[in-house]
């Protein structure tokens, strides 16, 4: 999903050419068939072997569309039998490997049909500031817990919702010279629980090459997933930059 390095071809022809412009190196490369689904990731603590806090979200926008995406969007998913089932799976993928202590980010798959599928996951907190929404959204600093509980530490767990439902969006740049861009200053909603704006006008942007590679991220609260996702498509439209390029003089790019 956007990681550096990954390519996506339609064809078998098209597999070939690049198998052949990789040459002795394709023998450490992999190919996978892409199936259609839905994309969801779990940020879960556990303690003693127990998932002690757990908090799962759907991704919104199209995984193979990554460089195309002006922003990668995540909003918790309150569909309660949907819910369950992915908490399950995190819990029982995290059993499997005998995690004892630690955070953890999970990624999982559902299929049209409805087969939920295991694909992936890291002991660590989620990236893209997706470790700042579960912070603002529960009190949780999945950060901070992996710092303590790596060390031994303990970790006091008092998990309380500021809103029913949340969610994060990260914005990605566009190659060129950074002219101008929204201040900070200029997201203070109370239903906004974090806002980092990571450039500033005189850099040099250019295209990302990983899902992580992001010039602004913002999470936000709200009551229903609906009304989140609004609140995040709010948050692309007022969020815009200036970028200039040697062709084509100065442009306006807008998140969405």
Not at 28 to 42: I, K, P
Not at 50 to 61: D, K, L, P
């Amino acid at each position: 999903m956007g990681s550096a390095g990954v390519r996506v071809v339609d064809s078998r022809s098209e597999l070939d050419v690049l198998l052949d412009l990789a040459g002795s190196d394709a023998q450490d490369q992999l190919a996978a068939q892409y199936l259609e689904n839905r994309e969801f990731h779990v940020e879960a603590v556990t303690i003693g072997g127990q998932v002690a806090f757990s908090e799962c979200f759907e991704y919104i926008g199209h995984p193979l569309r990554f460089r195309d995406l002006a922003t990668r969007r995540g909003v918790t998913v309150r569909d309660a039998p949907l819910q369950t089932r992915i908490l399950d799976l995190n819990a029982a993928a995290l059993g499997a490997l005998g995690f004892q202590n630690g955070v953890s980010h999970l990624e999982c798959f559902l299929t049209p049909g409805g087969e939920l599928y295991f694909g992936e996951v890291a002991g660590r907190p989620g990236g893209s500031g997706i470790s700042d929404c579960v912070a603002g959204l529960w009190g949780v600093d999945t950060g901070a817990c992996g710092a303590l509980l790596e060390v031994g530490l303990p970790v006091d767990l008092q998990p309380v919702a500021r809103f029913p439902a949340g969610g994060w969006i990260a914005i990605y740049p566009r190659a060129g010279t950074l002219q101008t861009v929204s201040p900070l200053a200029a997201f203070r909603d109370d239903w906004i629980t974090y806002a980092e704006i990571l450039c500033r006008p005189g850099q040099t942007l250019i295209a990302p090459i990983m899902s992580g590679a992001s010039i602004a991220r913002f999470s936000v609260g709200g009551d229903t997933p609906t009304q989140v996702r609004d609140r995040l498509e709010e948050v692309s439209r007022r969020f815009t930059f200036h970028v200039g390029e040697a062709a084509d003089g100065v442009r306006e790019a807008r998140a969405s």
